[in-house]
């Protein structure tokens, strides 16, 4: 595998890693109401675990309310269940057709059980491009034993693994101390 692939499949796979932190970031509560709290929420219905999303429109009309409002009628008493189960801390309230969730502002308590939950999210993330690092590293090293790369070529790949992590790091790093401030603030 030449150079030039090892260092872009790398990079691919550290993007997706920050994608994925950033995914799972939009479902952490701030003391704002906001839809990516609950749309990749998981709904047991037509007997498939479904994205919430797909089964509603979600809004919010005020900065603490997020309203659901169902396709169908009959799932709602299953989306009402699933945001019950979930550890957002909202308690529904249904009138037959729509959900209204107020958010209530975070206590100082919960707001730091966020915050290391965001920091969790955050190191897992760096755990992921430290083993896309190693993976790079031991391809460029098993692509110089069959003569693939030179030993220049695997020593550039392995600096440019590095600056990548390097980047990457940051990124994650920078994505963590926003929504942990975002959390924080009262």
Do not use: C, H, W
């Not at 994608?19 to 970031?25: P, Q, S």
């Not at 790949?157 to 942990?180: F, N, P, S």
Request: glycine share 6%; net charge neutral.
């Amino acid at each position: 595998m030449p150079y030039d692939d090892i260092v872009l499949e790398a990079e691919d796979k550290m993007e997706k890693a920050v994608a994925i932190l950033n995914e799972e970031m939009r479902g952490v509560r701030t003391g704002r109401a906001s839809a990516g709290l609950v749309d990749q929420l998981k709904v047991e219905a037509y007997g498939a675990p479904t994205p919430l999303k797909s089964l509603a429109s979600i809004t919010v009309p005020e900065p603490r309310m997020i309203m659901v409002k169902p396709f169908d009628a009959s799932v709602i008493n299953d989306i009402v269940k699933a945001i019950q189960k979930s550890e957002i801390g909202i308690t529904p309230q249904s009138d037959g057709k729509i959900i209204r969730l107020a958010v209530p502002a975070l206590s100082e308590e919960r707001r730091k059980q966020m915050s290391k939950m965001v920091k969790e999210y955050g190191e897992k993330a760096k755990v992921t491009i430290r083993a896309v690092r190693r993976e790079g590293n031991q391809t460029a090293e098993s692509e110089e034993k069959g003569k693939t790369l030179s030993e220049d070529e695997a020593k550039r790949t392995k600096d440019e693994m590095d600056r990548l992590t390097k980047e990457y790091e940051g990124k994650v790093q920078e994505a963590v101390d926003k929504k942990t401030k975002e959390v924080m603030e009262v």
